[in-house]
């Protein structure tokens, strides 16, 4: 289940690996930036986990998917994520997952790996693990199950972060875990070179810039990346290093389009974008349990994700059939997928349908002016 | 107590009224933008009120308020918003209050005035009183007390809208009063073009793009108002038309700036500002009871507010002046006012604590490339 | 508006009343319960306020109601009660309101009567008013729209009862308005005598408990009344002094049923009652809009309410209609209305659905047993 | 880890094992209760964990803790609760802490082994293993980390009854995971006989009160415990079998005692002993993270539970000893403990402190009739 065990050589990522204690980085630094890694930017994909038949991991279609991602524009990689259905997962299978797509990328985007166990020992060991199959960092959510205060979320984080071999990012997903808030974010940022960014999910820009003022003028190297593509471009547009978004499952090109876009400056072509990702997301989001919707846009991509560890009844499986119809019909405005041959029902943001209600608003103005109504 | 009582003549607005049902629009127009009134846009200051040592509203300052606020660049003015504690006022008084705000602007910006009463045959008294002062339209927010399904939100507003004299825009604020959906709202601009836009105080940039999605299609007229400066230019950056924004009640120049800034694509420049701004917003927000703590600046630029109408314990006021001295340091950081002389205690985002933390920071990367730490 | 311009006196009510400044009250004593008037205990009907055509408040037809309740056991009348949708009513009708009721109670039952008003000033005057009209003590709601801190409750109340002519309870409605926390009750329970009881709608015992335990010791005095009959007994069982209950409109005997089993120490007939009440309850609440359902419960025992105030659609109008059904076939069971002439559709409690169930079940488990399944 | 490592044989919870499907019950029956096992009732503790000083499961302590609460007098142990932080246990520490449990119970008392883990097949397996270790029955919490939909908490908990070879009992804890509703768990009662009661720890009457008013009439044999003991009397007057409840830890012969009294109809005694209860609770459940608070008091009575897994910063281990040191004056009033040396202060119900407080308010009130006040 280590990287060696798939052939894979940390050489590979480009480090030189001395010292013990601190395996995948060179004894001679501590946090990746000081040891001359860029600081975490762009696009990194929260994967999705096919399985085959048996409910087991299909790991030739996982490798097969990451392939597909890198070579369609992600800038990185983030296995075990909320996307990835870790708490699902034994173990085990976190760690395999890990090894199968560091063994994949091959170096080729940098790796965040989802490292949180049942514990803060259990994290460690995962963490020790990563580090040695050359992931770029790990991620951490917030502790779950029970909430916890701030001060104990910062006993936590502060716990995994003076003992972990590898730089981590803090995950904050209010709406699943323990909330991370800003004085927490701060400590922790002010006080342990290894943690090197967060990702938020709670969509929620006025809490990003608070963090970002919170933290920037301590450390230049810390990334804030938003996990709501909901909001991507306006987050970019403020100032985030990027995003780890599950649309980038479905629709790699169009999340790193919109990175690429915000970047050069052209805010307004990248709200264009950003509004259709948003029809898209919504479509994937709501309608389904998490991350179904995600799975089964990314089926209409040419994968094969299996059923998923969550049960269904009957009547969800039919719903599911009918609303993978309406995603295959956004997508094919995207021109990414055909259109399905039954065709597509006109969507509230299609022209043709606005079309009806504007000429009936327009002529219901006129009657008014001309005192009929 | 109406606008005539004032010596106020609504011809000063520029408008020609004729007909007595719809008395404040020309009788051969019933919406406003079809009357060639443009849409609403820019920041509409939601107006704090002043009171004299009697507890009643002090005319003369208020007065001296629209107009300080008028040259200093606001594009509008919003009596009996949240920030003007309408629920706090009589009926009698809120009627006061728009008489008088109109009065003393005088056609130079146009008035949002909030008309919400006890119910339905209420609102629309205050709608006719208000149209007959000249105001530019009204405001109402979505039922409060009582949390309301959509349907009955539609009904509620549908009831008005179908009988007011006068354009009206939605005031969803979902912390205070019933939410106002998305479906929701394409209903109300989709049949009634009396409803031209909506004020969101959720600050759901999200939200706000699927509002914007679902009724622009429909009708470009429609106005799309944030209520939550903490995040206005990513608001104005995505597309909204404005702002009524409680912060304008003390730093106009800045809030017009931001809009400025915007409208002018940029947004690097509009979001310097608005870091700015969100550090004065917070400030004003969350250690105060809503909205004294806008009262509070907002007599550091020079006006009597008097008590509110909230009683406060000792313990209360004693806060309340260690917390205006905080205040008063955030705004003679815009260089709007004084500096306290007692001085100002670092705040986090500062240089000086800054740079403190940062060379500990360096200082600890240091020792550990030398392997000390 | 005055009571004795209804021809009402308030030595009816058996007051002597001497003083200017504690109107309604003997000079000689300020709290009630040191003049020797009991504390609050029972069911008090949070009553329904009937319209007529032109949506005025029907006079006759509330006497009528007041009276008709009054037979039927209730404890005591509150108007302007959430039920009575006070925040829809203006401040004229309020007071009218009380005066009718005080007048048709002429003293048989005692009268809490909703004394919220816009602010601290307003609600004096209401309670001088009310004071004025014999009412036993006023019921005050906590701020409501805006959500105000512990402290600021606790100014607001103490402010209210340092100035009272007149015995207050607090009221603490968390889903609507700002909540009131233990310490805060005991602050005020503690520091003025004025402040008598609280009627409490949350509907959690423990919460109940907490405040008895705190309060008690403290003060013998102090009432305490559930809002939410969904728990009535299990309020009663634990030490409540009574309720203000919705359902007490639409079925008093029931109520005051309930009560008097408790008092009487039968538990579980108590309890037989309870689950009944609560099945009724649960249909006059979720499916409509409060307090909707209970007026409609109300029209089935022969009293004509009109139209509320918040408008309704077709839609909710046609649902209206069966939802009133359902709640005539419940009624039925309970033999206090005939059973609808087109009859009723089974009830997941009743019988006849159940053995359905249960025989399924039996034969199902008899198959297993079997081995058969 | 199976029980038969332990040396413990199944024939000593007096069943005999046929058939290889259904393990852990006789092949002639698939429900528990078909086989004439009695229902759920009483008061089963949710065991809390020892470490030792490596921070592994300090099993001669657990078996120890054990056969102490037995001989206090609980009616079962429910190891892997929330209380137990299974969470924060591997998977295999799980199955460790239930045949260590299993072992020393030696049938003395029924268990209720939480069998959740990652996912339906993990979660069946443990289902297996704990069957073969002669459980009662097994308690599956509903999903978390994700919020899922009632239809998919009903496909879930559909899926592991439909394949458990042991009767199970949902538990609801909506403030940690899915909610389960109450048609959900009609439909799962009416529908798989396995599904034989329901924990849950809302602490809401009337939720307690819709399930059973749904379930009873199908399912005589299906229990309803309460695992909230702030209102453990009530739920047990108002109808329910039992509770899970983590104070019988710390008090298991107080917790007997109020089942004892309300089975007996003495409410009123049992009542004061809830008042009593509910002040332990609280000061066990709010200043501490859950659940260190019940490991503080359970410490106290003499058990040594080590760190737990999540860490702590060094104010709250201060804290730690100062709260530990109310609980030990709380549990010095029930005469379990010892005083602590340095004295208790007093507490808001203890007598000394409302006496005092009762007095100035009797003077306060005589003034006042004196009219001094």
Known sequence: MQGASLGYSRQRAGQTVRGNRHRGVPSTCVTGYACGLTKLHGIFTPLLVPQDERGQ???????????????????????????????????????????????????????????????????????????????????IVAPFYYKLTPESVYAYFGEIARNSPIDLTLYNIPMFASPIDVPTIRRLAGEFPRVIGIKDSSGDLAFMMRMMAAVRPLRSDFAFLTGWEAVLAPM???????????????????????????????????????????????????????PDGFRAGAELRGFHFGRGRQPQTSAQRADRTALTAVLQCILADFELVERPAAGCAPRIRQVETDKVEQVVFEVMRELEKRGVL
């Open 57 to 139: 991991i299909n790991e030739p279609e996982l490798r097969r998917f990451v392939s597909w991602l890198i070579e369609r524009g992600v800038h990185g990689l983030y296995p075990n994520g909320s996307t990835g259905e870790f708490t699902r997962l034994t173990a085990e299978e976190r760690r395999r997952v890990v090894a199968v797509v560091a063994d994949e990328a091959r170096g080729r985007v940098p790796i965040l790996a989802g490292a949180a166990e049942a514990n803060v020992k259990e994290t460690l060991a995962a963490c020790e693990a990563y580090a040695g199959m050359g992931v770029r960092a790990v991620a």
């Open 236 to 290: 970019l547009m403020i100032g985030c290093d990027g995003g780890t978004n599950a649309s980038s499952n479905v629709v790699p090109e169009i999340t790193r389009r919109i990175f690429d876009l915000t970047v050069a400056g052209n805010h307004q072509e990248a709200m264009k974008w950003q509004f259709r990702i948003l029809e898209l997301f919504d479509a994937m989001l709501f309608p389904f349990e998490f």
